[in-house]
């Protein structure tokens, strides 16, 4: 039987039956990467799979109670009852953990890649109207149910890669009521599709057109911020995490630190977008502010390397921005993991620079774009990038306790993953025990 999204979750999902009262077991993967372990994976660490060949899984209510080899879980005593998916030699591992996404907006910029492939550069469109204020004039202009629409019709294609946690920024309403609007679909989006979703508030993402000619404009924006937004996420637990943009042509480094000071007095945890463009000291801002995670960092000095090296603040490199917007320069991922620092990887899902929900994509840029190994980039889109959401303890590793969140892909051998580019062969994804995505031809 072929399942499908809806056909396999979404009716008793939304009908709120039970987690599977029967235990499933997972068996014959001819690899099973469990990523075991509870400490973030830095330098010769991050190569290590924890893989187990011939492998298996036991789910109970959602989480794992039995991982290892085939033998030793289907001598369990749970085992012999449990529903069987038998993985035919597929390649099992933790379901993918995207920690930086702008999930919710109106439209695609497609009318701006054209000019970028003209050779306009992302600051050039910028300044004519066009980017991040291109998408807010559309999202201001949508209802709330089409930005839903879009957005599980998104998740969905996050779910058929084999992702399986989703971080989704708010930043393109930059008012309060389109703010609002994005945080609130956020919190719907959880209860009405099977992905988890963690939310973060990036009202200072750019300062909004209506401010830009005012005198005193940023400061009049980023009041609006600390005084309107700010309370209301907080009282109605909206978010919990606090975004800023830091560049140039965005906000500066004092100005960020207000907006996630002032994002920490209402309980929001920090976290950065940093030295994307130009660099301007943000990463150090990320460092002192101990943020949770400092995203893009493709204009790092050695000293902001070694930095980030002793640090706990994740390093998310984000290489389907730089290739899509056709650049030359990508993060310094070999010098990051070599200092010692955690990386990881995840898509920048957004309809300007990075239009892709392929976390198997961004494998393959890491590989050839980063000189990543497979192991590396694969334990950078999982374990690590769960530590940049504060989710370590409840995914990215397949071990005893843990949420039963897998991808199970079409291949034999986990270097295939990235090896073939642009192409997916996710078999099936599973979250918190149930099938919420399979090929065509898995008969389950």
């Given at each position: 039987?072929?399942?499908s ?9 939304r009908h ?12 014959g ?14 330098g ?27 033998t030793?879980?289907?001598?369990l ?18 379901g ?40 807010v ?64 508030f ?47 042509g ?56 070694a930095?980030?090296?002793k ?18 320069q ?7 993991i ?18 892709t ?27 690590n ?7 370590e ?34 078999w ?17």
């Amino acid at each position: 039987m072929s399942i499908s999204w809806n056909a396999c979750y979404l009716s008793q999902f939304r009908h709120n039956t039970k987690t599977l009262s029967q235990d499933l077991l997972l068996t014959g993967a001819s690899q099973l990467l469990t990523l075991r372990g509870s400490a973030a994976r830095r330098g010769d660490s991050l190569s290590n799979l924890g893989l187990i060949k011939d492998g298996a899984l036991l789910v109970r209510d959602g989480f794992i109670v039995g991982a290892g080899t085939r033998t030793e879980v289907e001598k369990l005593p749970e085992a012999r009852a449990a529903e069987k998916i038998d993985l035919g030699g597929r390649v099992a591992l933790p379901g993918f953990v995207d920690s930086h996404t702008h999930l919710v907006h109106a439209a695609s910029r497609a009318e701006e890649y054209e000019l970028k492939i003209a050779g306009a550069s992302y600051e050039e469109i910028a300044r004519k109207g066009g980017g991040i204020l291109n998408s807010v004039k559309k999202l201001r202009a949508a209802t709330s149910e089409a930005l839903k629409k879009r957005a599980l019709a998104a998740l969905q294609q996050f779910a058929a890669h084999g992702t399986t946690t989703v971080e989704a920024k708010s930043g393109y309403g930059l008012d309060v009521a389109s703010e609002l609007k994005i945080l609130r679909l956020h919190k719907e989006l959880v209860a009405e599709q099977p992905l988890e979703i963690v939310s973060t508030f990036l009202g200072a993402h750019v300062v909004p057109e209506e401010y830009r000619n005012k005198a005193n404009g940023t400061e009049q924006y980023i009041k609006l911020i600390e005084q309107n937004l700010l309370p209301e996420i907080r009282e109605k637990r909206l978010a919990e995490f606090c975004d800023v943009f830091c560049d140039r042509g965005a906000f500066t480094v004092e100005q960020s630190k207000r907006v996630l000071q002032a994002g920490r007095q209402w309980g929001l945890e920090p976290r950065m977008h940093a030295e994307q463009l130009s660099r301007t000291g943000a990463a150090r801002l990320a460092l002192l502010m101990r943020a949770a995670s400092c995203d893009h960092l493709d204009q790092l000095n050695k000293s902001d390397i070694a930095a980030l090296g002793k640090s706990e603040t994740v390093a998310t490199l984000l290489p389907g921005c730089n290739f899509h917007l056709g650049l030359k320069q990508y993060a310094p991922a070999r010098a990051l993991i070599d200092a010692g620092a955690i990386v990881s990887l995840a898509t920048d899902y957004n309809p300007g620079t990075s239009p892709t929900l392929s976390m198997p994509m961004i494998l393959s840029l890491a590989c050839a774009q980063l000189r990543m190994t497979p192991a590396e980039a694969i334990a950078a889109a999982t374990i690590n990038a769960a530590h940049a959401l504060r989710r370590e303890k409840s995914v990215g590793s397949l071990e005893v306790g843990k949420q039963a969140d897998i991808a199970v892909f079409e291949v034999a051998d986990y270097r295939e993953i990235p090896y073939y580019f642009g192409v997916s062969h996710c078999w099936m994804t599973v979250k918190r025990g149930r099938v919420i995505h399979a090929a065509e031809q898995a008969a389950i």
